[in-house]
Structure formats: structure tokens, C-alpha cells
């Protein structure tokens, strides 16, 4: 499939969408996306029309109907699709993130220890950190990797946090693969 231009709005309404479907597995309301992206609901029926044009969303009719994601639509946002995913906690000023998972740590300038900053991509909403929180990853599940760190900035239509890096430890034996 060739790859498709979203919006970011649509981007925002599509990842709202798959992390509010993986909680729940079941199609999820337009009025529980409105309330995840603080929008209008009527502006998301809008959108969810252009999106089902594009093959991204189905509509689901009837009293527990509402919307689910394609797997264009996991395509398309360059998410995948696993069944089992493997879990890599999450913390968020010291407690524990729940429906949340890491799916990607991206590690930017480690080159200059006083600036390290760390991408980390989530499954689930970013909506609920802030500047300043604390927010510790990890372990991961082969290299066993922790990273603590301060949010420093956050990006809610790619579901992602910048953290300022105040720990990082990984353990020195052998790892498990």
C-alpha cells in the first residue's frame, strides 16, 4: 500500500483511536476519542468520515458500535500489530503507568552528556505528563535497560516524551539473548 499523508489532526484522532482500541479491543465511541483529544464530537464524526474513505477506519453500527482501526490504520501511523507485545514499564512520578507500553527509545545526542535526551515512543496517550514530571523506562526486556529522566517537552499527535536523562543503567553481565 502506498503511504498516506495524514493531518495532524488526523494523526492525533488515529492514535487516539488504536491506544483507546488496544485498552478495550472492543470499537470505541466517537464521544471517547472527542474526550481523549479534547475536541468537539461532531468534529471527530467529521473526521472518522474522511478516515473510513481512506480504508483507516471501520465504522461498527448499533448501540455498542463506534469505531475501530484497519490495519492500514496501524500501517499508515508506521505502528505495529502484535498480538503479545513485550512489556517495558513505564513510570510516571513514581508510579506505575498501566495501559501504557514503550515501544521505542530513541537515544539523542549522547554524544554531549549535559544535553542527553531520550525519545520515548509510547502505546498510549502522553496527554496526562507534564514539563518537570518524573518519568522512569524500563527495564527493557533484553538488554534490561532503565533510563530515568525529567519530561522535558512532549509530542501528543506521535504519542511521544523527550525526557532530560538523569540516570541510565544497564547491567553489565552477559544479556538473556
Known amino acids: 500500500m502506498s503511504s498516506i499523508e495524514l493531518t495532524p489532526s488526523q494523526k492525533t ?3 487516539a483511536l488504536i491506544n483507546l482500541y488496544r485498552k478495550t ?19 471527530i464524526r467529521n473526521q472518522m468520515q474522511s ?13 455498542k458500535g463506534g469505531y475501530k482501526p484497519t490495519a ?5 501511523l508506521d505502528v505495529d500489530q502484535m ?18 507500553n514503550v515501544e521505542e ?10 544535553l542527553c535526551r ?14 518537570g514530571d518524573t518519568v522512569t523506562v524500563g527495564p527493557t526486556p533484553l538488554s534490561k535497560l532503565v533510563i530515568e529522566g525529567i519530561v522535558d517537552g512532549k509530542d501528543d499527535t506521535s504519542n511521544i516524551l523527550i525526557l532530560r536523562i538523569e540516570d541510565m543503567v544497564a547491567p553489565a553481565e552477559e544479556p538473556a539473548h
Open 105 to 114: 527509545i530513541d537515544l539523542s545526542s549522547v554524544h554531549h552528556p549535559e
Open 25 to 43: 479491543e472492543d470499537a470505541v465511541k466517537g464521544e471517547d476519542i472527542a474526550e481523549e483529544v479534547n475536541r468537539n464530537p461532531g468534529t
Open 13 to 15: 484522532i488515529l492514535t
Open 51 to 63: 478516515l473510513k474513505a481512506l480504508q483507516l477506519v471501520e465504522g461498527v453500527p448499533g448501540p
Open 83 to 100: 498480538d503479545e507485545p513485550a512489556s517495558v514499564p513505564l513510570f510516571h512520578n513514581d508510579e506505575a503507568v498501566e495501559g501504557a
Open 118 to 131: 531520550a525519545e520515548i515512543h509510547l502505546q498510549g496517550s502522553v496527554r496526562d505528563f507534564h514539563e
Open 72 to 76: 492500514n490504520a496501524y500501517e499508515a
